[in-house]
């Protein structure tokens, strides 16, 4: 199988987006601060060290955001609510901080008669700093860590821990000034509040607000520089930003991750994904282990078992869109809550569409991760001609894994109680047989029947040919794709077909689809 280089920028790009969803940011928010930065960076002249450490800080600046965000969600309420409102703020403005945090408490207390919901507010308020305090602080710490399992250099880390500082002092959580603050740090904080501010108040209001803040939360050279020439700077920025373009952006040599590396940058995602309540803690990598173990146990292509495990990682990432203070209810969603909730899988998907072709496989395993084989799961509600092997078994896993866990609605279930669970939903037509004993068995449950074999007793490789000549490639491309020989290629694809008593592609594909190794419509027959 071809080696897999992959370039950081992209996971990179994938935290952007989580960091945005989390945060309640607009649209590709990161990801256009990365565009204007660069764009300052040159008008500016700085040098290319303070580029490079700007390009990275653009997209990770809020990936520690979800640390402790569940004593933040506790104190305050619906998390996103308040930073949507802190967005574009001058936060060391007290009066205007007040404010926000008054109208985060209003929400938080709605129920409360009026004398009450006062004091409870006055009391809120008197521990608000003291609660952001050491949320801030870890957000930092958690930004620097991922970001030296991303490979970064000390120099970039160095920025991450400073992701709330400002140039007069009145930033947190250590208060520097001036020069102290590095100069990529300076330089992202203006442009992500450009973004905001040019969102909620159009390019001319953005550009007056960046002038009176001058020597406040910014630089005062460089503000004045970003407002004189707020037009040509915000040029494009509005429409969505793609991968091609932050990719040409970034400074050279462009970093590129090995397959090895890859793994880790992906655990580095699961983590960041899961560290927002204590009882995910772990979820999402159990999960990728669960699902790649059962993958390799019925004989899955390796590029599958891989697909498997990466978005195994991934599978949660859209949980972010949604209020921890929805997940943390003890008791019955809303209508409105349930669907929000039900719709993570989309915004998981969403996620990977533009990581490149590896990101295709995973993105179509995070849609389907709560289908169901009877239709009867979420968000598309598709049955098991839509649903492939790995998906079936992805769907298995973390089912598996999230009833071995607690949740504040009820207590984690033993292993064996989870094992009976899923096998009373194969019973019931929920989920795959085979998907199911696989995943109990190699998490250690006793097996209740034989383990599925390989589809007519072909090889993981001879699987991924019969894939690559059902979606219409010739040998040679298939050759080509799997980086061995036409000879070779030529040789598996006849073993298959001995295999499956056909002699055309067309009705290999149609034997293909028939089993769930692709779903209907993906074939070029």
Known sequence: MTSISIRRADFMMILAYASDLATG????????SCVLAMRIAELAGVSEQVRRNAYHQSMLRYVGCNADTDLLSAAFGDEIALRQDLVGLDMGNRAELGRVFVQAFKRFYYDLEPDAQARAIEAAMSQALAVARPVLTAHCEVAQRIGERLGLSDEIRRNLGQIYERWDGKGLPRGLSGEDVLPAVRLITLAQDAIALSDAVGIDGMAETIASRSDGPYEAELARLVAANAAVLMEGIGATVDRETILSLEPDPPVTLDEAACDEAFLAIADMIDMRMPFT???????????????????LPAADVRALRWSGCIHDIGELVVPVATWMRNGPLSV????????????GERALASF??????????????????????YHRKVGGSDLSPAARILAAAEAFQTSREERPHRKALSSEAAAARLRAAVRDG??????????????????????PRPLAGMTSREIEVLRLIAAGLTAKE???????????A???IQGVYSKI?????????????????????????
């Open 478 to 488: 298939a050759a080509r794709k799997l980086d061995i020989s036409p000879k070779t």
């Open 356 to 377: 490149g072709r590896e990101g295709e496989a995973m993105a179509a395993l995070v849609l389907r991760h709560h289908e169901r084989m009877d239709g009867s799961g």
């Open 430 to 451: 929920c989920m795959c047989p085979d998907a199911a004993e696989a995943v109990l068995s190699f998490a250690g449950q006793p097996s209740r029947r034989a383990p």
């Open 336 to 347: 409105r809550e349930r669907d929000a909730a039900q719709l993570h899988a989309y915004y």
């Open 490 to 492: 030529d040789h598996h």
């Open 281 to 299: 803690y772990g979820h999402s990598r159990m999960v990728a282990e669960l699902a790649e173990g059962a993958g390799g146990r019925i004989g």
């Open 501 to 525: 008593g056909v002699t055309t592609r067309a009705a290999a594909a149609l034997y293909a689809v028939e089993h769930g190794l692709i779903r209907p419509g993906e074939t070029q027959a």
């Open 25 to 32: 940011h607009s649209r590709d928010f990161a990801l256009k």
